[in-house]
């Protein structure tokens, strides 16, 4: 199994910062894939960025040039850097890991960005 925490959400401003973590239970080098995903109210879950064991990383369209994601394996940490945020990129982002062919979510954090 995979534990997920998840951490940095709040409420920032239109054209501001905010940095996500999330902390896996397991060495993060083991997890086929690693990503965040969001989730607005009224609409479906979808994938925000993704990093594969391999390092591999693809974006959403509609963050590509502003979020960034991380690792750090020392620290089972994957990271969202979010930059030039807009006020609908808020939802509830969530970590998750793809390990032994089953995906596994963390609780949510919400983020909100204000016009």
């Known amino acids: 199994q995979v534990q997920l925490v998840e951490s940095g959400g709040g409420l920032v401003q239109s054209g501001g910062s905010l940095r996500l973590s999330c902390v896996a239970s397991?060495?993060?080098?083991?997890?086929?894939?690693m990503g965040w995903y969001r989730q607005a109210p009224g609409k479906q879950r979808e994938l925000v960025a993704r990093?594969?064991?391999?390092?591999?990383?693809n974006y959403a369209d509609s963050v590509k040039g502003r979020f960034t994601i991380s690792r750090d394996t020392a620290k089972k940490t994957v990271y969202l850097q979010m930059n030039s945020l807009k006020p609908e990129d808020t939802a509830v982002y969530y970590c998750?890991?793809?390990?032994?062919?089953?995906?596994?979510w963390g609780q949510g954090t919400q983020v909100t960005v204000s016009s």
């Open positions: 998750n890991a793809y390990w032994s062919d089953i995906d596994y």
């Open positions: 397991r060495n993060i080098f083991s997890i086929k894939a």
């Open positions: 990093i594969t064991s391999g390092g591999s990383t």
